[in-house]
């Protein structure tokens, strides 16, 4: 049974959820979790401008995700920063890029799921991941979310992300807030609950 976790992160706050999501589905028995990255849109000079070079350097060893890999999968679970409440245009270019897999429903009946960050506390989250569930749905995933279960997302003692939607962290305004405990304990708990019901699926 195959997880796959294909994500986009700039400065590193997804990819640390993305790690947490892998470490909760690998608890599943049989759970074979692999790691990829969406392609980069931005070029080497425009990247440096925007101070994300070095961050990306500490998970340049991911491998890039073709839109192929996505068929050999059992669940997907998607990562995204949110721009403007929406997914960010890399992962919006990779998706566009799906359209054979969508002809032949090649996604039907696969878990879908996904996580997200933001600057700020209500900067989009909720909405990024419930617009992300349209693309989902049109391709036929059975979508999972992050169910209160996850008792971390009731807390009111610290500013913390997740919701029913899916795990998500706050970055700050100049990304110097990296997850939380909580937040990554949310993500840990959604790729295992995503892993869970996936490995019921394969049956």
């Not at 949310?186 to 892993?195: P, S």
């Amino acid at each position: 049974m195959k997880v796959l976790i294909v994500y986009y992160s700039m400065y590193g706050h997804v990819h640390r959820m993305a790690e947490a999501v892998a470490e909760g589905a690998k608890e599943i028995k049989g759970a074979e979790v692999e790691m990829r990255r969406v392609p980069e849109t931005l070029s080497q000079d425009v990247l440096a401008q925007m101070g994300a070079l070095e961050a990306q350097k500490s998970f340049s060893q991911i491998p890039v995700c073709t839109v192929e890999e996505l068929a050999s999968a059992d669940a997907v679970v998607f990562g995204t920063p949110t721009r403007f409440g929406n997914m960010c245009g890399q992962m919006r270019q990779f998706l566009d890029a799906t359209g054979q897999l969508w002809a032949k429903g090649a996604l039907v009946g696969k878990v879908g799921s996904v996580f997200t960050s933001s600057a700020t506390q209500h900067g989009g989250q909720e909405s990024t991941l419930l617009s992300f569930h349209i693309t989902l749905l049109h391709h036929g995933f059975v979508i999972v979310g992050l169910p209160y279960s996850f008792q971390g997302q009731m807390r009111v003692d610290e500013i913390t992300g997740g919701s029913p939607y899916g795990a998500s962290t706050i970055a700050g305004g100049q990304g110097e807030r990296m997850p939380s405990d909580n937040e990554l304990a949310a993500a840990r708990f959604q790729g295992k609950h995503v892993a869970t019901i996936a490995a019921k699926l394969a049956k």
